[in-house]
């Protein structure tokens, strides 16, 4: 049984990042190099320490989201695909950095573009993990109408993940029993079931992964990605967070 703390040495895992975590105010772009470098240290440390095989899934929300586009009356198919294109740039970025730092990563992409990256094949994914390399999912699931957040947990039951780790970029840290932007009263949780996320609304990931994850017996942690040295805390089953199972 999983548990939010405790030694995550040799384990698999998948790390859901969103896209406006590779931005930041200090920066007019869309990627602050700065910012995925560090996010880039602390992944390929705790990927040496730990022996781990990681994967993740970016998310493009910095760059594109599909409901923006209809919003402006793009097609919804279509301005979903200019999402995924997005999360394409935020995950040649991580490799980038992430391969900076002396580890290997593949970039696999649920939509084909064979001259940028390998196309996503689950046998495929998982060999890689089992070699030592960081895998990192871009384009989604490769539909339309779905989110990252849906197919980080989609393909972290594919590949027989133990936990999916949702990493928060908004400055929260958990799960709490409210908003705390809008309740200052309201608590934080260090773990709390799938039942009372979705009974009592708690909106951390969309309704459609949190399901996926109830019904596929998939436990998540939610904590603050951006706090400093929280990836390789999350990473390494510290105390952080809140488990969600
Ligand atoms: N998207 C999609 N199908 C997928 C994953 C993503 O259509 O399987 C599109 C969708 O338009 C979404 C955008 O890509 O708004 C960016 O992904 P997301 O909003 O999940 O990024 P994040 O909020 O995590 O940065």
Known sequence: MASATGDRRGRRLVLKMSGEAL?????????????VQRLAEDIA????????????????????????????????????TMGMLGTVINALALQDAVER????????????MAEVAEPYIRRRAIRHLEKGRVVIFAAGMG?????????????????EAEMLLKGTHSGVDGVYS?????????VRFDEVTFMDV???????????????CKDNKLPILVFD????????RALAGGQIGTLIR
Request: glycine residues 8%.
């Open 23 to 35: 931005a930041s105010s200090a920066s007019d772009e869309a990627i602050d190099a700065a910012v």
């Open 45 to 80: 440390a705790a990927c040496s320490e730990l022996d781990l095989q990681l994967a993740i899934m970016v998310g493009g929300g910095n760059i594109w989201r599909g409901t923006t586009g209809e919003a402006m009356g793009i097609d919804r198919a279509t301005s979903d």
């Open 101 to 112: 730092q002396g580890q290997p990563t593949r970039v696999l992409t649920a939509v084909h």
């Open 143 to 159: 539909n339309p109408y779905f989110t990252t957040d849906t197919s980080a947990a989609l393909r972290a039951a594919e590949i």
């Open 178 to 186: 409210a908003d705390p932007k809008v309740e200052p009263g309201a």
């Open 198 to 212: 979705i009974s009592r609304d708690l909106r951390v990931m969309d309704l459609t992964a949190i399901t996926f």
């Open 225 to 232: 990605l951006m706090a400093p040295g929280a990836v390789r």
